[in-house]
């Protein structure tokens, strides 16, 4: 009965790790387009500056910032880049496309930065690829790119 409690776990575990891996494909559709980022799908994984304002399960506030908008960016960058579990997908003046790894599973999010050139408001997306449920990490990640901008 032991070994067939083990064999099941290990199955189990096996299975979700090919699913995680297969389900982790790049989303088609990121970048900007016409001044606006990829919308929130309809789960509560996504958050997003340019999601509607009574949308509250996916809108938060864009980032308001005081310095060039090259130092912004690159606050940005090498701030994701300190935590370990983060690689750069595209970078050029005025938008960042990262994909952070999440460290027990491996899942990954995309975080797009998109500075506009004639603006001092930073928009960000912050979107798992897998799931439904993302218990607070993308917007807290957004939170903590504000705090690290925001005197």
């Not at 004639?118 to 917007?139: K, L, Q």
């Amino acid at each position: 009965m032991v070994r067939w409690i083990i064999g099941l776990v290990v199955a189990l575990v096996v299975g979700f790790g090919i699913y995680a891996k297969i389900s982790n494909k790049l989303p088609e559709g990121l970048g900007v387009t016409d001044g606006f980022l990829k919308p929130c799908p309809s789960s509560p994984n996504c958050v997003s500056t340019q999601a509607a304002e009574d949308d509250k399960e996916h809108y938060v506030e864009p980032i308001i910032y005081t310095s060039d908008r090259k130092s912004a960016q690159l606050a940005i960058e090498s701030y994701l880049l300190e935590q370990g579990n983060t690689r750069i997908v595209t970078s050029t003046l005025g938008y960042v496309h990262f994909e952070v790894e999440s460290s027990l599973v491996g899942y990954i999010d995309d975080v797009e930065v998109y500075l506009p050139d004639a603006d001092s408001a930073i928009h960000v997306r912050s979107a798992s690829r897998v799931g439904y449920s993302d218990f607070g990490v993308n917007r807290d990640r957004v939170r903590q790119i504000k705090e690290l901008l925001v005197d």
